[in-house]
């Protein structure tokens, strides 16, 4: 019986679901707004608010569960890059970088007054071309 089991499986393992996750929740955060299946979407939304959350607490201890969820991997800056970066110029940042500091920086503070419900599902006219899945956008609210 699956009484109270509510994670859906997505036809994958463990390990590829949780990469799978990560990687869709970063591409969430750095564009906000994703195109995927109604029902990929709905398992991401639990995680994309539960990120908010924790970005408006701004803690170090957010920081490093934040960074464990989304499987974060830091490129190594030379010491040239670093002085840069210091100075405000980010363009030698990875993608995992820009994400950790568009999500403290931005969408944090964005909803600081907003107590929950961050995300959007609108769904798309029309069914995916191969597997005939429904399609839908996820989203950060504008606020």
Known sequence: ???AKRRAKLGRTTSHRRCMI??????????ERIETTVVKAKEIRRFADKL???AKSKSLAARRQVIAELMI???????????SAKSGNTSSYNIDRQVMDKLFTVLGPRFQDRQGGYTRI???????VGD???RCYLEYLAE
Request: aromatic share 2%; hydrophobic share 25%.
């Open 1 to 3: 019986m699956r009484h």
């Open 22 to 31: 990560a990687n869709m929740l970063k591409s969430l955060v750095h564009n």
């Open 52 to 54: 908010i959350t924790k």
């Open 73 to 83: 991997q830091y490129n190594t800056l030379t010491p040239k890059e670093r002085r």
């Open 122 to 128: 609108t769904r798309l006219p029309g069914n995916r």
């Open 132 to 134: 005939n899945g429904e």
